[in-house]
Protein backbone atom coordinates (compact mmCIF):
# COMPACT_ATOMS: atom_id res chain seq x y z
CA UNK A 1 0.00 0.00 0.00
CA UNK A 2 1.41 3.50 -0.59
CA UNK A 3 2.28 5.63 1.90
CA UNK A 4 0.00 8.65 0.49
CA UNK A 5 -3.15 6.21 0.90
CA UNK A 6 -6.66 7.51 2.89
CA UNK A 7 -7.31 6.65 6.04
CA UNK A 8 -10.28 4.41 5.12
CA UNK A 9 -8.55 2.87 2.43
CA UNK A 10 -5.88 1.36 4.81
CA UNK A 11 -8.63 0.41 7.34
CA UNK A 12 -10.52 -0.90 4.60
CA UNK A 13 -8.39 -2.98 3.03
CA UNK A 14 -7.40 -4.45 6.95
CA UNK A 15 -10.81 -4.82 7.60
CA UNK A 16 -11.15 -6.94 4.36
CA UNK A 17 -8.38 -9.35 5.02
CA UNK A 18 -10.15 -9.80 8.31
CA UNK A 19 -13.67 -9.60 7.83
CA UNK A 20 -14.69 -7.82 10.96
CA UNK A 21 -14.77 -3.79 11.57
CA UNK A 22 -14.41 -2.46 15.37
CA UNK A 23 -15.69 0.85 16.91
CA UNK A 24 -12.58 2.54 16.50
CA UNK A 25 -12.20 1.28 12.50
CA UNK A 26 -16.04 2.60 12.06
CA UNK A 27 -15.00 5.84 13.56
CA UNK A 28 -11.99 6.57 11.12
CA UNK A 29 -14.02 5.28 8.04
CA UNK A 30 -16.85 7.72 8.91
CA UNK A 31 -14.71 10.48 9.52
CA UNK A 32 -13.13 10.22 6.40
CA UNK A 33 -16.47 9.94 4.76
CA UNK A 34 -17.86 12.71 6.44
CA UNK A 35 -15.25 15.22 6.56
CA UNK A 36 -14.97 15.46 9.82
CA UNK A 37 -12.58 14.63 12.83
CA UNK A 38 -12.32 11.33 14.49
CA UNK A 39 -13.28 13.00 17.61
CA UNK A 40 -16.21 14.42 16.06
CA UNK A 41 -17.08 11.18 14.13
CA UNK A 42 -16.50 8.74 17.94
CA UNK A 43 -19.38 11.41 19.57
CA UNK A 44 -21.89 11.56 16.78
CA UNK A 45 -21.46 7.56 16.18
CA UNK A 46 -21.18 7.20 20.59
CA UNK A 47 -24.69 9.47 20.24
CA UNK A 48 -26.49 7.69 18.11
CA UNK A 49 -25.92 4.41 19.54
CA UNK A 50 -26.87 5.49 22.65
CA UNK A 51 -30.29 6.81 21.73
CA UNK A 52 -30.99 3.55 19.62
CA UNK A 53 -29.85 1.78 22.54
CA UNK A 54 -32.30 3.86 25.03
CA UNK A 55 -35.07 3.75 22.55
CA UNK A 56 -35.25 -0.11 22.30
CA UNK A 57 -34.82 -0.32 26.36
CA UNK A 58 -38.03 1.55 26.61
CA UNK A 59 -39.75 -0.70 24.23
CA UNK A 60 -39.69 1.55 21.02
CA UNK A 61 -38.73 0.63 17.37
CA UNK A 62 -36.26 2.33 15.78
CA UNK A 63 -36.17 2.58 11.79
CA UNK A 64 -33.61 3.89 9.69
CA UNK A 65 -34.77 4.24 6.13
CA UNK A 66 -32.62 1.71 4.12
CA UNK A 67 -30.33 0.43 6.87
CA UNK A 68 -33.06 -1.75 9.17
CA UNK A 69 -34.79 -1.62 12.28
CA UNK A 70 -34.15 -1.87 16.15
CA UNK A 71 -36.62 -3.36 18.13
CA UNK A 72 -37.38 -5.42 21.52
CA UNK A 73 -38.82 -8.43 21.29
CA UNK A 74 -40.42 -10.95 23.29
CA UNK A 75 -38.60 -14.36 23.99
CA UNK A 76 -41.30 -17.07 25.29
CA UNK A 77 -40.25 -19.30 28.52
CA UNK A 78 -39.05 -22.79 27.55
CA UNK A 79 -37.84 -25.90 28.32
CA UNK A 80 -34.09 -26.01 27.96
CA UNK A 81 -31.17 -28.76 29.90
CA UNK A 82 -28.53 -28.07 32.08
CA UNK A 83 -25.42 -29.04 29.48
CA UNK A 84 -23.14 -30.59 31.89
CA UNK A 85 -26.26 -32.53 34.31
CA UNK A 86 -28.34 -33.09 31.21
CA UNK A 87 -31.41 -32.18 33.62
CA UNK A 88 -34.50 -30.18 32.57
CA UNK A 89 -34.26 -26.48 33.32
CA UNK A 90 -37.06 -23.96 32.51
CA UNK A 91 -35.42 -20.47 30.83
CA UNK A 92 -37.75 -17.79 31.83
CA UNK A 93 -39.69 -15.62 29.37
CA UNK A 94 -37.41 -12.02 28.58
CA UNK A 95 -37.53 -9.55 26.37
CA UNK A 96 -34.47 -9.46 23.51
CA UNK A 97 -32.99 -6.21 21.37
CA UNK A 98 -33.73 -7.76 17.48
CA UNK A 99 -32.25 -6.13 14.24
CA UNK A 100 -34.00 -6.66 10.91
CA UNK A 101 -32.27 -5.04 7.73
CA UNK A 102 -33.82 -2.94 5.60
CA UNK A 103 -34.63 -4.02 1.77
CA UNK A 104 -31.18 -1.72 0.52
CA UNK A 105 -28.92 -3.36 3.09
CA UNK A 106 -29.97 -6.69 2.18
CA UNK A 107 -29.26 -5.94 -1.72
CA UNK A 108 -26.25 -4.23 -0.83
CA UNK A 109 -25.14 -7.44 1.01
CA UNK A 110 -27.14 -9.78 -1.29
CA UNK A 111 -27.44 -8.44 -4.43
CA UNK A 112 -30.44 -9.89 -6.63
CA UNK A 113 -29.61 -12.18 -9.42
Known amino acids: M ?18 KMNKGELVDVVADKANVTKKQADAVLTAALEAIVEAVSSGDKVTLVGFGSFEPRERKAREGRNPKTGDKMEIPATKVPAFSPGKLFKEKVAPPK
Open 2 to 19: RDGASTSTKQISRRRSEN
